[in-house]
């Protein structure tokens, strides 16, 4: 692999399924999952096959179609799991098994009454049993962004060891700072023996909103794998949003690191998955969100209107959004109003305009948002309405 490219790691159809009411049947997590391949992900996390038999079901369905994506069931540190998992990956043309264990000093004590030393035997037979089965394996300390840097060093060192080809270094609660993950991520570039072997894994929670910041650090410092989710859904308060790690790459060139992601596929993608988990997406989400290229601002509308990149970093054709939308509200200036009875046939002059603005203002103080046939309410019922139709 590339030392700029930063491969994506979907789990939309694992991570992102574990907000509650958003259970994904089998045909819908196959339309999404070969999307996902459309897209360019790197890695489709499917499922977690032991789960449920549907789980298991769904994984097998989309090794059978996946083209071009590695393939990704998750597991836990038991030899159950993973046997189960490597079932339902036996159709996939490149097979993943996801294991791990938790690894901070509150899951050890509290969650598995255990020690330190044995949960590096717990992890080095995992490892082991995984790659049994699979050449490629993804070893997850789980609550690494909680670990203390030294022993989440010798963990990796062991699942290396071990046979992992990739270590997932999860901040599972969101609690890390960007300048805490990436100095983590860096400490374990420049101190886990063997770590030339492995990818590092960025795979972060958003419970203080730093996901995306977070991913993005651990990549700046040396991590090569991206795991997130499309409009950023997960478990609590979401993942990272893999449209915004993206776009972020994408509009840094100077980063030097890039992905495979057709990203004006993400639009769409993002649609889908909204509708198929029925899960509404904000509004204001960036990149995909409704407004994320909308502008009813005076100011920004005259701005826009004059040359987009006053006020997009982004062009909206990158992301498959057609184009900027001009909003008209109260907050609008002449120009937008122009511009949109343009739109809609109307080539106004400047005094013709400034008479038909002072009526739009009053229409529109009477509702959040003018749209098209309000433009032409508000034309007909002006004093100019036959000198601007006879013109």
Avoid: W
């Avoid at 179609?65 to 799991?81: F, H, P, Q, W, Y």
């Avoid at 040396?222 to 989710?229: H, V």
């Avoid at 949003?241 to 769409?268: C, S, W």
């Amino acid at each position: 692999m590339s030392n700029t490219n930063v491969q994506i790691f979907d789990t939309t159809l694992r991570d992102g399924e574990q907000v509650p009411g958003c259970k994904l049947n089998t045909e819908q997590k196959l339309i999404i999952a070969e999307q996902l391949d459309l897209l360019g992900v790197d890695i489709i996390e499917a499922g977690f096959p032991v789960s449920s038999p549907g789980d298991f079901k769904s994984v097998e369905a989309i090794s059978k179609i996946v083209k071009n994506a590695t393939v990704c069931g998750l597991t836990r540190s038991v030899e159950n799991d993973i046997k189960v998992a490597a079932e339902a990956l036996k159709y996939a043309k490149k097979p993943r098994i996801h294991t791990g264990i938790g690894t901070s000093d509150s899951h050890i004590k509290f969650k598995f009454k255990s020690t330190r030393e044995d949960i590096l035997d717990r992890a080095f037979k995992a490892v082991s049993y995984a790659k049994s089965f699979v050449e490629d394996v993804e070893f997850y300390a789980e609550d690494a962004g909680r670990t203390d840097n030294e022993y989440l060093a010798r963990v990796c060192e062991t699942a290396i060891k071990a046979g992992a080809t990739v270590l997932n270094i999860p901040d599972t609660t969101g609690y890390c700072l960007p300048s805490e993950y990436g100095a983590k991520i860096k400490y374990l570039k420049e101190n886990v023996k063997g770590i030339e072997k492995a990818i590092l894994s960025c795979h972060c929670h958003n419970d203080l909103g730093l996901a995306t910041a977070n991913s993005i650090e651990g990549v700046i410092n040396g991590a090569r794998q991206i795991e997130c989710t499309i409009n950023g859904i997960g478990e609590r308060a979401g993942n990272t949003a893999l449209e915004e790690v993206v776009m972020i790459l994408k509009q840094h060139p100077y980063l030097n690191l890039d992905t495979r992601i057709k990203t004006e596929m993400l639009f769409g993608l993002s649609q889908l998955v909204s509708e198929n988990m029925g899960i509404y997406t904000q509004p204001n989400k960036a990149i995909v969100g409704a407004n994320a290229f909308a502008h009813s601002s005076g100011i920004h509308q005259d701005g826009v209107i004059k040359n987009r990149e006053t006020y997009e970093i982004i062009d909206p054709k990158d992301v498959g959004v057609t184009e900027s939308a001009i909003v008209l509200t109260a907050r609008s200036g002449r120009a937008a109003l122009a511009y949109r009875a343009k739109n809609v046939g109307y080539e106004l002059t400047k005094l013709q305009l400034d008479e038909i603005y002072k009526n739009f203002l009053d229409f529109a103080d009477t509702k959040k948002e003018v749209v098209d046939s309000d433009i032409h309410y508000i034309i007909e019922n002006s004093k100019i309405y036959k000198e601007i139709t006879s013109a």
